[in-house]
């Protein structure tokens, strides 16, 4: 079967720096996707991966080591805004999107 | 820009009704999707269609159904509502289905089914 695993929450202060790791196992591969949602929104697209190697956009970048299955988003300097719950999906070999539960990200002052 | 719209926002429905949900998307993208979303699940797609005219079914499409008449318009339907269909449903669009188009979601639809 198809899985995505990410942490279910995590704590952290504001101006530190945060990982949230990823770990998938998925029939093919299309390229690994971070969105980030909101309490009671929708989900909004942060950045794509498809090759092993950091992505840096602004104050997040995403990893991924495709033969790991594994990936991460960092967020640094971390704001009260970027209280968020943040998806991994991955996409297959039939280009739908598999998507993980979510990690729900909660920043204190 | 509008983006994608989603109606209604919320709803309660009596089980065995039958509920239309409706998404329109005014970036004249050729994919579009629907997702329920359940606390402690991920996304998971229900229906999809890669260009006006064909719809295909996702991992869940049971006791749901979709049309794609023209490229704006995506309609979900519910023929008999249970309460196992209780949930957040969210609408998205993109341009394709290349791993390189990204999927932008509408504001979703909390329905309840007592």
């Known amino acids: 079967g198809q899985n995505i695993d990410q942490p279910t929450e995590m704590t952290a202060t504001e101006g530190a720096i945060v990982q949230i790791n990823c770990t998938y196992q998925?029939?093919?591969?299309?390229?690994l996707f971070w969105y980030q949602q909101h309490a009671g929104e929708a989900p909004t697209f942060l950045s794509y991966n498809v090759l092993d190697g950091l992505e840096e956009k602004g104050r997040f970048s995403s990893f991924l080591s495709r033969s790991k299955g594994y990936s991460y988003l960092l967020l640094k300097e971390l704001q009260m805004k970027d209280s968020a719950s943040y998806l991994c999906a991955v996409m297959d070999s039939n280009y739908q999107l598999i998507w993980g539960a979510g990690t729900k990200l909660i920043i204190k002052p | 820009i509008a983006g994608i719209t989603q109606a209604p926002t919320s709803q309660i429905l009596a089980a065995g009704r039958r509920m239309t949900l409706r998404c329109t998307q005014d970036m004249r993208h050729n994919a579009m999707y629907w997702y329920r979303q359940d606390l402690g699940l991920g996304l998971r797609l229900i229906h999809y269609?890669?260009?006006?005219?064909?719809?295909g079914k996702g991992e869940v499409p049971d006791g749901y159904s979709v049309s794609r008449a023209n490229t704006d318009d995506f309609p979900l339907t519910l023929a008999s509502a249970v309460p196992s269909q209780t949930s957040v449903y969210f609408c998205?669009?993109?341009?394709?289905?290349?791993?390189?188009?990204?999927?932008?979601f509408g504001p979703g639809t909390r329905l309840t089914v007592l």
């Open positions: 998925t029939s093919g591969f299309n390229g």
């Open positions: 998205a669009s993109s341009r394709g289905q290349a791993s390189t188009d990204t999927q932008y």
């Open positions: 269609s890669n260009t006006a005219g064909t719809t």
